[in-house]
């Protein structure tokens, strides 16, 4: 059962999320479809994360001059990233943004990005939510597809 604890939470931790939790889970036997639904879900729940944090501490903190400097720095870093895509394709450009499973590309990123250049919250869920499933299918399949050619290498020595 710690297999499927340390899965969720490498999943939801802002740096690892998908690209961590995922092969984790498939690294230690969780079956496939398990480790992707499960690793998804608490992944999806970065979004709300990001939007409680943000409605609700920002502007408490916003009065801190170091929370301040922090905070202009990334969304400086961040508007650089993803800005242009966002503003130019909108829903898509933030969907496409979070399912590439590079890092600082992922669920935790895109919500604040839709945080920050203020799309709705139902489109920006609904968008991050879908590069997450995206991210998530991609994320397996290359496990997987690594997997099974290292297997394959093996037999052959």
């Known amino acids: 059962m710690n297999d499927y604890f340390y899965s969720i939470i490498l999943s939801m931790l802002p740096i690892a999320e998908l690209r961590g ?3 984790y889970a498939l690294y230690n036997g969780i079956h496939p479809v ?3 639904i499960m690793c998804c879900l ?3 729940l970065a979004f709300p994360i990001v939007y409680f944090f943000m409605g609700f501490f920002h502007d408490i903190f916003n009065k801190m001059a170091w929370y301040s400097n922090l905070f202009e720095k990334i969304v400086i870093r961040t508007r650089g990233k993803v800005g242009e895509k966002i503003e130019k394709w909108g829903f898509w450009g933030l969907m496409i943004f979070v399912m590439v499973p590079l890092p600082v590309t992922g669920a935790y990123t895109g919500s604040f990005a839709a945080w920050i250049f203020g799309i709705e919250k139902r ?3 609904l968008a991050v939510t ?3 499933l995206i991210a998530g299918l991609i994320v397996t399949a290359i496990f997987l597809s690594g997997e099974g050619l290292f297997s394959f290498l093996l ?3």
Request: aromatic share 12%; hydrophobic share 45%; with cysteine.
């Open 21 to 23: 939790g995922i092969p």
């Open 34 to 36: 398990i480790a992707y």
């Open 42 to 44: 608490a992944n999806i």
């Open 123 to 125: 489109k920006g869920f």
């Open 130 to 132: 879908c590069g997450v």
């Open 155 to 157: 037999k052959k020595v």
